[in-house]
Structures are given as C-alpha cells and as structure tokens.
C-alpha cells in the first residue's frame, strides 16, 4: 500500500469516528438555548485543528520512513556497487527506448574499465563500440544469441573474444538475461561480463602439456594403469593390454589381471615391493617383473608405480604407474654381455677408439700383448705403441686406405710398455654414422712375433746353406734379380763373382769329408769378412761359392778378387794340419756381361773356368776387353804405389790473376805422374785410379806438405804475396785429423795459414754437412782460407753458403767455355758473381782462355782468373822464371783491359 493510500485510510476513519462520536456526546448533554449551534460550531473547528495536526503528524512520519527508506536505498546501492567494483565481474543492463528500437546500453559497472580499458561515460556515449570491437570471427554467434534471447526473453552464456583499448584480444565470458518490462512491455537485457582470458590461457597449456604427456606416453611405448586400492580395481590402457598381446576388450578391470599375470618367482619380490610403495609415502617404486603374456610367454616388464592419494587416516587410495617393456632391452643386454664376454676373453687384441683417434676401450688381450694396462692406454693415440720400424710414409698410406676403403689389414710393428718390439697382424675397420662421419675405429690385431720367428727360421733353412750358413742359391738369386732392378733404375753397375777352391777335392778325399767341410767353414768365414755388409755372399754347392757385389764396376770388382785372392791362399789350420788352397774366381758386370740373372751367372761360371784353366789363383772377367783394361788398371795402381814410395810425383802451379790490380795473386798446386817408362801420365790417367784403390789420401797428403813447403820456399826468395791453392779429395776431407794435418803440415813448412787455400767441392759439403761444419770451422780457426771448386755444379751450393765459413767461389771452367756460344752459362756465370758479392766472397774464373772470356768477366766485376789465356800449369823453377817474364806482364794488362 502506497503512502498516499495509507494516510488517506487514516484520516478516512478518524474523520468518520470523530463525527459519530462528537455528534452523539453533543446530542446527550443538556446545552442551555442557543448554546448547541455554538457547540456544533466549536466542534467542527476542533475537527479541523485535530484533522491538521493528524494530516501533518501522519506526513511527516511518513516522510521520514521515505527518508530512511531512501537512505537505505542508497546505502544498499553503494554496497552493491563497491562489491560489482571489487569483482573481476562486470555488471551491465542494455534497454529498449522502444518497441522497434535497438537495445541500448543504460547501465554499466566501473570495473568495465579493467576489461575494456574504456570507462562507463565513453561506452554510454559510444556504444557502437561493443561491436566494433568483437572480433570478426565471434559476431555472428553474440548477434545470434541476442536475438534468440530477445524473441524467446531467455538467457544465454557465451565465450568470445572483445579488442581491449591496448590493441589485445580478452576473452570474455558473458552470463545474460533476457527480461519483458511490465509496464511498457519492452525488453531488457542484464548479466555480466567476466574476463577469462588467464583461465583460457591456462587451459591452452594444460591442453598442450596433456598433449606432450600423451605424445611421451605414446612415443615412448609405455602402458599406463590406475589403481583404486580400496575398490580392488584397476585401468589398464590399451597400451598396457597390447604388450601382453591382448585387445583392449579382452582384460577387466579388476587388479588381479595383472597380479595373477606374475611370474611365480617374481612374486615374493613383487609382493615385498607393493607393500613398501603403500606403506611409503611421496616415492617412486620400480622393478623388474615377468608378466605372462597372452601366448603363455612370459615377457619382462619394467613396473613403476607411486601413491597419489591418501585418506585422512594416511591410508592408500589411488596408485597409478607406467609399465615399459623390457623384452628388446633385455635381449640387447644379453647381446651386449655375450659381446663383452668375446671382448674381454678374445685371444686377440682389440682396440676402439673415438673419432679423434684416441682410445676409448681395450680388452684383456691387449693388455696381454703390450703391456699396457686398459686405465693408462685409455685417452691415448694408439702411437703410444709406434716402434719406428714404419716410416711417416707407411703410416699416410695406411690412413688413405681407411679413409677411402674404410678398412685396413696388415703386418706392422709395435713396441711393448717395456720396449720390445713385436709383429702384429693388424686389422683396422670404420664405424660410420648415418651422416657418414666417423664415430669409431676398431682395430684388432694378434702378435705373430713367434709365427715370424719360426716363418724366418724355416725360411732361413731352406735358403741358406747348412753347412755354411751362407745364402744358397735360391736365396742369391732373389738377391741378383733385385740387385738388377735397382741397377736398371739407378743406371748403376753392378759385378758377380764365381769362385771355385783349386786343389779342394785332393784335400777332400786324402783327409775326409770332415775336413773339407771344416774347410769350407773357414773360407765362408773369410769371405764373409772380406766384403761389404750389403754384399752377399753364397754357396751354391761343393767348394763353389757366388759373391754379389751392388753398385761395384770392372775396377773395384778387380780390387775384391784381388782381397780375395790374398785371404783365401792365407794358410788355414785344419784338424792340426796346416793347408793351403787357393780360389779361382770368375767375375761378370752388369750391363756389360748380361742384364739378366742367368745370363750374369753363367758368364761369371765360364769366367771362373778361364781362370782355371790359366792355373788357377787368378780371376778372370768374362770379356777379354774388360780384362785388358783391369789389368791396365791394376798396373797403374802398382806403379802409383811404386811412385809414392819413389817420390815420382810432382807439382806443377797455375798463376791466379787479379783484375783490379792485373797482379799475380796466388797460383793452384796440381799434381803430376812423371812415371820412369810412359813419361809424364795426365792426371785423368791416374787420378781416377787413386780415388778407387783409396791412393788419393797419402797423395792428398803429399800434396799437402810439398805444396806448403814450395810456398814458404818462394817466400824466402821475394815472392811474399802468393796464396797458395789445392784441391782437397772427399776422401782427405773426410779424415777426422785432416785439420791437424793441414796443422802439421804449416808448421812444418813455416808456413803462415793466410797464404794456403784449401778447395773443396760441393760434394763434401752435401755429404755430410755437420762434419764438414766441424772440418771447416777448425781450418778457418787455423787461418786458413776456405774456397768452393767448380762452384755452379752442384745442387746444394746455395743452402749451404749460408752455414759455412767460405772465403772464395771458383766458377767452374765449363760456363766460362760456353760463356758466348751458350747464353745460359753467361746468366749463370754473372749470377754466381753477384751472390758472390752480396755475401762478401771472392770470386775466381777458371778456365779463362780468350781475351774475349777476360774482358765480360772484367765487366762483370768478376775478382779474379785463371787459365790457358795466362799460362798453363808449369813447375816450380818454371813459375817463377814466369812470374818475371814479359808474358806474366802481358797476361796482367789483359787482365786489367776492358
């Protein structure tokens, strides 16, 4: 009842009762005359001033209940606006104006701001916005269930997506209602709003972990189970149920399909680990068990199960778990232990190492073989078992093969830990990846150092003589046929020697078998001592012996048959008695006599038959030319041994020329033969011979005192500038004392070491450069000075011109001949003298014998010369009659002209 209506009742009532009441009490009283109107009167005003006060009494009691109604009111609605506020809900009401008017929004909460990022008075104001900012994909569905809402005045509850003012998407939950107006009939539309974009941000996560987890499950091949402890049942997953070979309908869910499935040995362990994972809290539980498939089979399986839900009481109620099976991982560690036990038990070592070359593994046999213990071979090159029989060569040739045929297998050797070194037969394969590149190298290998040894002990029994112990024929034959190809490719010669003991049989047969044998013993000890350790020496049967000498001409085979003859015919004691025999020996030389093995023997056979037949002690070459010219040979050398010891050889001295000063500066000592019968010999008759018979030192080192003595002689006659120059052999050079020869041989001539010249090829510089580095500092210790002959033709000159202490380069005589007829010896030649120069050396021309020579080497800046154009090698008393001589003045001016 309105208020209106309620004071309207009141007054309704009063008024009636105060009438009634009134108009009876003023009936009943005795008024005097007249006094009754005037009651009647009084009356009526009184009604109006109680009528008054009541109206005023009742509006005013009334105004304060709609006073306190409204305060209330609003303190409701400021309550329920601070509560829509700290809500993350959003409260809205849209209205229609009219019956055909679109809804408009007429109520919205502050906390709009928080969702939209607009406040209420810019949404009231634009309220287009709503759908401007739907997202595209969203429209139709908000538009249909509002329009479903207004035509049925239902409800709805939607997601979608509303564009926030900072330019991202917020999903939104929209909770609505759809209402009639009563009294104008037209719709209103309430609800709220409810940002869930973190709970949809949140569901897309668990949504992807639930489908990694699945993805790992499946990708991982594990079956799952879920066991309800207190109900005794049990999920098993389809998973879990094709393990065992079954379908996924063809297993309940009650827990005793899988306990029943357990191995009867299992099952104790089986028991003791469910009742520790119940019994534990918050830890995993794992084991192995033998579950029986559907087949009757039982399959290993890997259990692993943890309680994830407890009653108050801490009793289990809910396990899960995984099984995995085991089947394939156990058959590979079968595998992998039946290939351990052949690893560590074979006889052979084997050895793996990693991409890098350094290994990873070895077995029980290596350390067997080597030495090394696995812990210290383990992160080492397999190097560490190098012994240095195989060069760098080998080892690249090895490592082509394996990197381009991906194996490798032969014979190598290698050292122990404790340094001895043995033979193994060795096999290196490559393990590949799927990439091609290499993950492994596996290398097995045996020692054969005993099969080697009894392998050479037979070889060496069937190619050796049992007597003897020498190569037999067999074996020289090999040797010959390699000496040959050698031969052939180095254009060297090479000589072979049949030799056959005279007078043999009569020893033979007068004293035994026993004796000849002890014969043959003695001269194959002889031989053997005779020759170098690269020459073989061979029996081929009876008192027949073959010697193979490589890289030996004519001459210095004549040399060994000659050592040969005299050690053999030396007295030999045998079984007491003292014998004599002596050899008859046979030779052949390479290419001249045969080219081939059997041709080479069998002229050293028919050579050695010549020898024979010419009374025997004696050898014969088997051309008569050969033999001439060794015996022509051998007679020079006796006759240069004669000579030495009947001082026969002479000096004769070649003046050097300055062409700064045009002056004699010095003069080389070549020695000469004058022999008693044949006159003077030329040096290339003899010199040749010296240096194969080894005559060339003692005449090195006669050279060397007569030239030192004839220097300091003409000193004492005036002559006090002249340097005096010889050439050195390599053989002289050689000697360890040849310093102190040179030493020697000052001191006691008086000579100052400045005025002797010692000349030297390339040859001994390249031959041995440390030592000739020690011989030559010694000698420029001493003073003397140091030059380099035919410098130019040797192939190292450049190298070591830096390292040796050298006064002097000599251009060799062969580019000054061509030095206008051949335009390279002019380059090389003017070549020669500016390196000369740049590092500070003299250089001297030999074999200048036309002025033209003369004046380009004079252009040229070349130092000084020597040869035909001034005088030719002349004696001692004939030098210095020279050096006064008009000739030696003219020789000086052409020397100076340019």
Same mark, same amino acid.
């Given at each position: 009842?309105?208020?209106?209506?309620?004071?309207?009742?009141?007054?309704?009532?009063?008024?009636?009762?105060?009438?009634?009441?009134?108009?009876?009490?003023?009936?009943?009283?005795?008024?005097?005359?007249?006094?009754?109107?005037?009651?009647?009167?009084?009356?009526?005003?009184? $009604?109006?001033?109680?009528?008054?006060?009541?109206?005023?009494?009742?509006?005013?009691?009334?105004?304060?209940?709609?006073?306190?109604?409204?305060?209330?009111?609003?303190?409701?609605? +400021?309550?329920?606006?601070?509560?829509?506020?700290?809500?993350?809900?959003?409260?809205?009401?849209?209205?229609?104006?009219?019956?055909?008017?679109?809804?408009?929004?007429?109520?919205?909460?502050?906390?709009?701001?928080?969702?939209?990022?607009?406040?209420?008075?810019? =949404?009231?104001?634009?309220?287009?916005?709503?759908?401007?900012?739907?997202?595209?994909?969203?429209?139709?569905?908000?538009?249909?269930?509002?329009?479903?809402?207004?035509?049925?005045?239902?409800?709805?509850?939607?997601?979608?997506?509303?564009?926030?003012?900072?330019?991202?998407?917020?999903?939104?939950?929209?909770?609505?209602?759809?209402?009639?107006?009563?009294?104008?009939?037209?719709?209103?539309?309430?609800?709220?709003?409810?940002?869930?974009?973190?709970?949809?941000?949140?569901?897309?996560?668990?949504?992807?972990?639930?489908?990694?987890?699945?993805?790992?499950?499946?990708?991982?091949?594990?079956?799952?189970?879920?066991?309800?402890?207190?109900?005794?049942?049990?999920?098993?997953?389809?998973?879990?149920?094709?393990?065992?070979?079954?379908?996924?309908?063809?297993?309940?869910?009650?827990?005793?399909?899988?306990?029943?499935?357990?191995?009867?040995?299992?099952?104790?362990?089986?028991?003791?680990?469910?009742?520790?994972?119940?019994? +534990?809290?918050?830890?995993?539980?794992?084991?192995?068990?033998?579950?029986?498939?559907?087949?009757?089979?039982?399959?290993?399986?890997?259990?692993?199960?943890?309680?994830?839900?407890?009653?108050?009481?801490?009793?289990?109620?809910?396990?899960?778990?995984?099984?995995?099976?085991?089947?394939?991982?156990?058959?590979?560690?079968?595998?992998?232990?039946?290939?351990?036990?052949?690893?560590?038990?074979?006889?052979?070592?084997?050895?793996?190492?990693?991409?890098?070359?350094?290994?990873?593994?070895?077995?029980?046999?290596?350390?067997?073989?080597?030495?090394?213990?696995?812990?210290?071979?383990?992160?080492?090159?397999?190097?560490? =078992?190098?012994?240095?029989?195989?060069?760098?060569?080998?080892?690249?040739?090895?490592?082509?093969?394996?990197?381009?045929?991906?194996?490798?297998?032969?014979?190598?050797?290698?050292?122990?830990?404790?340094?001895?070194?043995?033979?193994?037969?060795?096999?290196?394969?490559?393990?590949?990846?799927?990439?091609?590149?290499?993950?492994?190298?596996?290398?097995?290998?045996?020692?054969?150092?005993?099969?080697?040894?009894?392998?050479?002990?037979?070889?060496?029994?069937?190619?050796?003589?049992?007597?003897?112990?020498?190569?037999?024929?067999?074996?020289?034959?090999?040797?010959?046929?390699?000496?040959?190809?050698?031969?052939?490719?180095?254009?060297?010669?090479?000589?072979?020697?049949?030799?056959?003991?005279?007078? $043999?049989?009569?020893?033979?047969?007068?004293?035994?078998?026993?004796?000849?044998?002890?014969?043959?013993?003695?001269?194959?000890?002889?031989?053997?001592?005779?020759?170098?350790?690269?020459?073989?020496?061979?029996?081929?049967?009876?008192?027949?012996?073959?010697?193979?000498?490589?890289?030996?001409?004519?001459?210095?085979?004549?040399?060994?048959?000659?050592?040969?003859?005299?050690?053999?015919?030396?007295?030999?004691?045998?079984? &007491?008695?003292?014998?004599?025999?002596?050899?008859?020996? &046979?030779?052949?030389?390479?290419?001249?006599?045969?080219?081939?093995?059997?041709?080479?023997?069998?002229?050293?056979?028919?050579?050695?038959?010549?020898?024979?037949?010419?009374?025997?002690?004696?050898?014969?070459?088997?051309?008569?030319?050969?033999?001439?010219?060794?015996?022509?040979?051998?007679?020079?050398?006796?006759?240069?041994?004669?000579?030495?010891?009947?001082?026969?050889?002479?000096?004769?001295?070649?003046?050097?020329?300055? $062409?700064?000063?045009?002056?004699?500066?010095?003069?080389?000592?070549?020695?000469?033969?004058?022999?008693?019968?044949?006159?003077?010999?030329?040096?290339?008759?003899?010199?040749?011979?010296?240096?194969?018979?080894?005559?060339?030192?003692?005449?090195?080192?006669?050279?060397?005192? +007569?030239?030192?003595?004839?220097?300091?002689?003409?000193?004492?006659?005036?002559?006090?500038?002249?340097?005096?120059?010889?050439?050195?052999?390599?053989?002289?050079?050689?000697?360890?004392? $040849?310093?102190?020869s040179v030493q020697n041989a000052l001191e006691a001539a008086g000579l100052e070491a400045r005025f002797l010249e010692v000349e030297i090829t390339e040859s001994v510089m390249a031959d041995n450069p440390e030592r000739a580095i020690r011989t030559i500092r010694q000698l420029h210790d001493l003073g003397v000075q140091l030059s380099i002959d035919d410098f130019g033709t040797g192939y190292s000159s450049f190298s070591y011109l830096k390292r040796f202490k050298i006064h002097k380069i000599k251009i060799d005589q062969s580019f000054i001949r061509d030095l206008h007829t051949e335009g390279n010896s002019a380059s090389i030649a003017e070549a020669i003298i500016s390196?000369?120069?740049?590092?500070?050396?003299? !250089?001297?021309?030999?074999? !200048?014998? +036309?002025?033209?020579?003369?004046?380009?080497?004079?252009?040229?800046?070349?130092?000084?010369?020597?040869?035909?154009?001034y005088a030719r090698p002349m004696p001692a008393l004939q030098f210095v009659a020279w050096i006064g001589s008009p000739v030696a003045t003219e020789g000086a001016i052409m020397a100076t002209t340019n």
């Amino acid at each position: 009842m309105s208020a209106a209506s309620r004071i309207s009742l009141i007054y309704l009532l009063l008024a009636s009762a105060w009438i009634w009441l009134s108009d009876s009490f003023v009936h009943l009283l005795p008024w005097p005359q007249g006094w009754e109107f005037q009651v009647q009167s009084f009356k009526g005003e009184l $009604f109006v001033v109680l009528t008054g006060v009541l109206l005023f009494w009742l509006i005013r009691k009334e105004e304060h209940r709609q006073h306190d109604l409204q305060a209330e009111l609003r303190e409701t609605r +400021t309550r329920l606006e601070h509560i829509v506020d700290a809500s993350t809900a959003v409260v809205y009401a849209f209205e229609q104006k009219s019956a055909d008017a679109k809804l408009s929004l007429c109520y919205i909460s502050a906390n709009i701001e928080r969702l939209s990022g607009y406040l209420p008075d810019y =949404l009231y104001k634009n309220q287009a916005i709503y759908w401007e900012r739907l997202h595209p994909d969203d429209q139709r569905l908000v538009k249909s269930a509002i329009k479903r809402a207004i035509q049925e005045v239902s409800g709805f509850t939607l997601q979608y997506r509303w564009l926030h003012k900072d330019g991202r998407y917020r999903w939104i939950e929209d909770r609505s209602s759809a209402s009639r107006n009563p009294q104008t009939g037209l719709i209103e539309l309430a609800g709220n709003w409810r940002d869930i974009t973190q709970m949809k941000q949140d569901q897309l996560t668990l949504e992807v972990a639930e489908e990694r987890w699945r993805f790992a499950i499946d990708g991982s091949n594990l079956g799952l189970w879920d066991w309800n402890v207190p109900e005794g049942t049990a999920f098993f997953s389809a998973r879990w149920k094709s393990m065992l070979g079954f379908d996924e309908n063809e297993i309940g869910n009650q827990v005793s399909e899988w306990s029943l499935r357990v191995h009867p040995d299992d099952l104790p362990a089986v028991n003791a680990a469910v009742q520790s994972m119940l019994t +534990t809290p918050q830890e995993l539980h794992a084991h192995e068990v033998r579950l029986r498939c559907k087949n009757g089979d039982y399959k290993w399986t890997l259990t692993q199960g943890k309680v994830v839900e407890r009653n108050e009481r801490g009793e289990p109620i809910r396990v899960i778990g995984t099984q995995t099976d085991l089947t394939d991982i156990k058959q590979r560690e079968a595998a992998l232990d039946l290939h351990a036990g052949v690893f560590m038990n074979n006889m052979e070592g084997i050895v793996i190492c990693d991409a890098n070359v350094r290994i990873k593994s070895v077995n029980q046999a290596f350390t067997d073989i080597t030495g090394y213990p696995a812990e210290e071979a383990i992160g080492q090159p397999p190097s560490i =078992l190098n012994s240095g029989r195989q060069d760098a060569a080998f080892y690249k040739e090895m490592w082509r093969q394996i990197k381009e045929n991906g194996r490798w297998q032969g014979e190598i050797w290698n050292r122990r830990k404790n340094g001895e070194i043995f033979a193994e037969w060795l096999t290196i394969n490559v393990d590949h990846a799927s990439d091609g590149s290499v993950r492994h190298y596996y290398a097995i290998f045996s020692d054969i150092t005993q099969r080697k040894a009894a392998e050479e002990k037979i070889r060496h029994i069937i190619q050796h003589d049992t007597l003897t112990n020498l190569p037999n024929q067999s074996l020289l034959r090999d040797r010959l046929g390699l000496a040959l190809a050698h031969a052939k490719r180095s254009q060297e010669a090479l000589a072979v020697l049949f030799m056959d003991m005279d007078r $043999f049989k009569l020893i033979n047969d007068s004293l035994g078998p026993t004796a000849g044998d002890a014969l043959l013993v003695e001269v194959a000890q002889r031989l053997k001592n005779s020759v170098r350790q690269q020459d073989t020496v061979s029996r081929q049967g009876g008192d027949e012996f073959t010697l193979l000498l490589p890289e030996v001409d004519a001459g210095a085979a004549a040399h060994v048959a000659q050592k040969l003859l005299k050690c053999l015919s030396e007295p030999y004691q045998i079984s &007491g008695q003292q014998l004599v025999v002596s050899p008859s020996i &046979g030779i052949a030389v390479y290419p001249t006599d045969g080219q081939e093995v059997d041709t080479l023997l069998q002229a050293s056979d028919m050579a050695m038959y010549r020898a024979k037949s010419d009374g025997g002690n004696a050898f014969r070459f088997h051309t008569a030319d050969m033999q001439q010219q060794v015996n022509k040979t051998l007679r020079v050398e006796n006759d240069l041994r004669k000579a030495l010891r009947d001082n026969e050889l002479l000096l004769h001295y070649q003046p050097q020329i300055s $062409f700064t000063t045009g002056r004699v500066v010095g003069c080389e000592a070549l020695v000469r033969w004058q022999h008693p019968e044949l006159g003077l010999v030329p040096p290339g008759d003899f010199i040749p011979v010296a240096e194969d018979s080894g005559l060339i030192a003692p005449i090195g080192d006669w050279v060397l005192r +007569t030239a030192t003595q004839q220097c300091r002689t003409w000193q004492k006659a005036g002559l006090t500038d002249l340097v005096m120059a010889i050439n050195v052999s390599t053989v002289q050079f050689r000697q360890e004392d $040849f310093a102190q020869s040179v030493q020697n041989a000052l001191e006691a001539a008086g000579l100052e070491a400045r005025f002797l010249e010692v000349e030297i090829t390339e040859s001994v510089m390249a031959d041995n450069p440390e030592r000739a580095i020690r011989t030559i500092r010694q000698l420029h210790d001493l003073g003397v000075q140091l030059s380099i002959d035919d410098f130019g033709t040797g192939y190292s000159s450049f190298s070591y011109l830096k390292r040796f202490k050298i006064h002097k380069i000599k251009i060799d005589q062969s580019f000054i001949r061509d030095l206008h007829t051949e335009g390279n010896s002019a380059s090389i030649a003017e070549a020669i003298i500016s390196m000369g120069h740049s590092l500070g050396l003299s !250089v001297i021309a030999e074999g !200048v014998e +036309t002025a033209n020579h003369a004046q380009w080497l004079a252009a040229h800046r070349c130092d000084e010369a020597q040869g035909y154009l001034y005088a030719r090698p002349m004696p001692a008393l004939q030098f210095v009659a020279w050096i006064g001589s008009p000739v030696a003045t003219e020789g000086a001016i052409m020397a100076t002209t340019n």
